[in-house]
């Protein structure tokens, strides 16, 4: 078969490091369900992880000789996509991309064994941007291919995702699209084909440069999957498009007439939430604004740019706000209001430092880079420099307990201090963890998952460890 944009370098490393040492040999679970398309099950039993090959310094929650490993050695050094590994919260499960001699595959494990649930059949992606002539995607800005996963209707799935263009040829551009591939979570066998396939039309007006803004997105903030880039909508004339993908159907959503005049951020239902270009505030058109529930502490009729949209995620949106006291500059309080109703949750007084948002697998704890909330107590931690800390700990995962993982920032980029704060009864005060002490990239049931590049011989280490 044809590789046609896979450099066969990387395939090479890629299979002959596919999977560490003592973490099994790779085979799938025998048996297939929903979502097998022509694949073809095992005929054998998947084999037991042995452990971990590489000892991380990781939280003392967490255990670095128990739970299973995987090596991406196929990924370059530098790109400008996210990693391409997911998490699946309501299915407990480890999703990534792997490689094979003819194209990319999807494999999701169990996290607390690490047995391997489903290997997709390999798959192509469109031609990348860097490829088809389309300038600024090369270096430090390639894009590979990735890996969400979505909830929608009890139902949790995952996607394998690449932005490309289709079509091109000599004298013609072609199509640039978002292709994905949908695959139900609880599927199993080996070479399983996707549900279906969808491309999402689309123009961006660059590649990534790390801005949780404007990067490209697919991913689920709440009410299934969305994809959302820099560039124009596929409606309208404004500098954001977004679309809410229906992956049982297939069928697209676009923000038309509710985005005429603003950006769209999540797609409700009731709507999309919105939030518009040259006016204070957000919400959903027709149901609710949220400076209808502005928290204490704040003006929003004095000022023409309020209760500022800063992130969601599962229900839930942040908010910024400015004071009462006439400072235009800063927004000293911080909110999480309900996304279906805007309904005000919980707030502080904090200088939040956004940095990408996280929640624990439960839904009672949600964090922002500098700003943590416990919602079940109405309560939030702000853990932005002042009085009491140096320096901003930027929140990277939560774990049910409350135990919020962040990483300090202004240290070196390679090796950041790391500490843990306790979300649910302490005081929120910080406990800085030992040098060198690798904090989690997302934690579930009774596993965390934890992203080393370049550890155990290149590439990205994925580490999923049980709890002590």
Not at 286 to 312: C, I
Not at 439 to 468: E, Y
Request: glycine content about 14%; aromatic content about 6%; hydrophobic content about 40%.
């Amino acid at each position: 078969m044809r590789m046609q944009r896979m450099n066969k370098a990387v395939v090479a490393a890629a299979l002959s490091g596919a999977l560490l040492a003592g973490c099994g040999d790779g085979s799938p679970a025998p048996a297939q369900g929903d979502g097998k398309g022509d694949g073809k099950a095992s005929s054998a039993p998947s084999p037991t992880p042995q452990g971990p090959t590489v000892l991380l310094s990781v939280p003392p929650a967490y255990a670095a000789d128990k739970g299973w490993q995987q090596q991406l050695a196929w990924m370059p050094a530098k790109y400008s996509s996210k990693p391409p590994v997911a998490i699946g919260a309501h299915s407990d499960v480890v999703a990534y991309v792997t490689v094979a001699e003819d194209g990319y595959t999807a494999q999701v494990r169990q996290a607390s064994t690490g047995r391997i649930l489903f290997t997709g059949k390999p798959w192509q992606p469109p031609t990348p941007l860097s490829e088809a002539g389309r300038s600024g995607y090369e270096g430090d800005r390639v894009e590979l291919p990735s890996v969400s996963t979505a909830y929608q209707d009890g139902r949790e799935y995952v996607v394998l995702w690449a932005h490309g263009v289709t079509g091109g040829d000599a004298l013609t551009q072609g199509k640039e699209v978002v292709r994905l591939a949908v695959y139900p979570a609880d599927a199993s066998g080996e070479a399983v084909a996707p549900l279906r396939e969808i491309d999402v039309p689309l123009k961006t007006y660059g590649a990534n440069t790390g801005d949780e803004e404007n990067d490209l997105r697919v991913e689920d903030l709440g009410g299934g999957l969305q994809v959302r880039w820099n560039g124009p909508p596929l409606t309208g004339g404004n500098a954001h498009g977004a679309v809410a993908v229906d992956l049982a159907t297939g069928t697209l959503d676009v923000c038309a007439d509710s985005c005429a005049k603003g950006i769209g951020r999540v797609r409700t239902g009731k709507g999309w939430l919105v939030t518009e270009h040259l006016a204070k505030g957000f919400g959903v058109p027709g149901a609710w604004s949220v400076l209808k529930t502005a928290p204490p502490g704040t003006a929003p009729e004095r000022y023409s740019s309020d209760g500022l949209f800063q992130s969601a995620a599962r229900g839930h949106v942040l908010s910024r706000w400015h004071g009462a006291d006439g400072d235009q500059l800063t927004y000293p309080t911080v909110a999480v209001h309900e996304t279906a109703t805007g309904r005000l949750e919980a707030s502080m007084p904090c200088q939040a430092k956004p940095s990408g948002v996280v929640t624990s697998p439960n839904g009672r704890f949600l964090a922002d880079g500098t700003a943590a909330f416990d919602l079940q107590r109405a309560h939030g931690t702000c853990l932005s420099a002042g009085a009491q800390l140096k320096q901003d700990l930027r929140v990277k995962a939560v774990a049910d307990n409350g135990t919020a993982y962040a990483e300090v920032a202004g240290g070196a980029a390679a090796a950041p201090a790391t500490a843990e704060v306790d979300l649910a009864s302490g005081t929120g005060a910080p406990r800085l963890l030992p040098p060198g002490t690798v904090v989690p990239a997302w934690t579930l049931k009774d596993t965390a998952v934890f992203l080393t590049p370049g550890a155990g011989g290149g590439g990205l280490l994925i580490s999923t460890l049980k709890q002590n």
